[in-house]
């Protein structure tokens, strides 16, 4: 009887155990994002310069007064609020300029969506400017179906939509709606 009252024990407390063993779960993000509101912002940052390097030469350079990061989020991404200025250099040290009011950087898609009064100067003086562009880092293709004006030498282009890659070597205006040659 004793030994039968022991065995039922060592049962119960063995059903316990491996109950308290699975109900335990990995949690850790969990903790983390106590004090965290999903709506929030997990870090900011101001006045930021940031200088992107490839093999020793300065590739890119992107300056901004205020960035605010989601990457706590399920789709994390960075959000510049007071706008943004890029400069992109080639091979051979060309500048390339890119201004938007409003930018937002997806981490998981590579996909750059910049909006309000966007516009890309290139190191030879061609200029894009439309109200919002999406720039794919995975493809090095920049794109809108929003209203643009590209100005390549004296010819002025406008239409409904862009697409490129980004060394402008296949620019295309789409849906063009006029086009008019700047005499000097």
Known sequence: MKQR????????????????????????KEVQKIGISENEPIGVDYNMNVKYTDSGRVSA??????MLDYTNRDFPFYEFVDGVTLYVYDKDNNKNTIVADY???????????????VVITTHDNNV??????YYDQKK?????NKTVEFQIKQDLIKGNGFDSDSKFENAQVLEVTGIITIEE
Do not use: E
């Open 5 to 28: 009252f022991l065995h039922n024990i060592f049962n119960i407390v063995t059903i316990f155990i491996v109950t308290m063993f699975f109900s335990c779960n990995d949690s850790l």
């Open 61 to 66: 350079n992107l300056i901004s007064t205020k």
């Open 103 to 117: 930018a937002i950087v997806y981490k998981n898609t590579d996909l750059i969506d910049m909006r309000s009064n």
């Open 128 to 133: 894009l400017k439309t109200d919002q562009l």
């Open 140 to 144: 090095d293709w920049l794109f809108t």
